[in-house]
């Protein structure tokens, strides 16, 4: 289990409350602490960037530049799996012309595939899927063939094309309180986040909060 938030703004904005929200979420949130390394990846509109750490993400304070879309995510790890930097979210890759991030929140049982986690084996299928469905279905149908194939505790994550950026809650149970997903407003920015940032940072006007619901994609 992990927590995640994405940010998207029409204008370039400072990320740092978002990231302030991120830290105190993953040492206080729920079944916290999640403190097996973190990672951002962010779009200015003119170019993009990935960082990731193994630290705790309390521990951190980066220099933000503005940007217009970010994803940030703070790893608790599933059991079994060791930690090292190439297990760190978000992960990237080129789909040309596009370049794609994603992040996930959730464990599937039963991956063996060498040097990689459930979380690179669920990205790997939704790449498979862009190639033939629009970013809603692929996430759609890569969780469906999970869903036939795996147990699951959740299939929830974000994804982005660095220009927008799409997000699914998908549980194994409707009644899972662990990993949701909320959708909210602070003036222009438009926010995806694990739990409401306003439980952990002074939100200021946070307008058209609503939990999505399970099996839900959203764009945003």
């Known amino acids: 289990m992990c927590r995640m938030l994405a940010v998207k703004s029409e204008t370039l904005t400072d990320p740092g409350l978002y990231f302030l929200a991120l830290k105190r979420m993953a040492e206080k949130g729920l079944r916290s602490p999640h403190g097996d390394g973190f990672g951002f990846a962010y779009s200015t509109g003119n170019e993009y960037g990935v960082f990731k750490s193994l630290k705790h993400i309390w521990d951190y304070a980066p220099p933000f530049m503005e940007i217009n879309l970010g994803i940030f995510h703070a790893r ?22 596009k370049t794609w991030l ?27 899927e862009l190639m033939n469905n629009s970013p809603e279905s692929a996430l759609l149908e890569a969780a469906k063939k999970i869903e036939n194939e795996r147990k699951f505790s959740s299939l929830t994550c974000i994804l982005s094309d660095l220009e927008n950026i799409w997000v699914m809650k998908y549980c194994a149970e409707d009644t899972d309180k662990l990993h949701t997903l909320f959708y909210m407003e602070q003036e222009d920015v438009k926010i995806i986040s694990s739990e ?9 006007n946070i307008k ?13």
């Open 102 to 128: 994603f992040a996930h929140n959730g464990t599937i049982h039963g991956i063996k595939t060498e040097g990689i986690i459930d979380s690179q084996y669920f990205f790997k299928i939704i790449l498979e």
């Open 196 to 204: 409401p940032i306003d439980r952990y940072v002074d939100g200021g």
């Open 208 to 220: 058209n909060l609503r939990e999505l619901n399970n099996r839900e994609v959203i764009k945003i």
């Open 76 to 97: 608790k790890a599933s059991p079994g799996y060791a930690l090292n930097l190439h297990h760190v979210h978000p992960f990237v890759s080129e789909i040309c012309p």
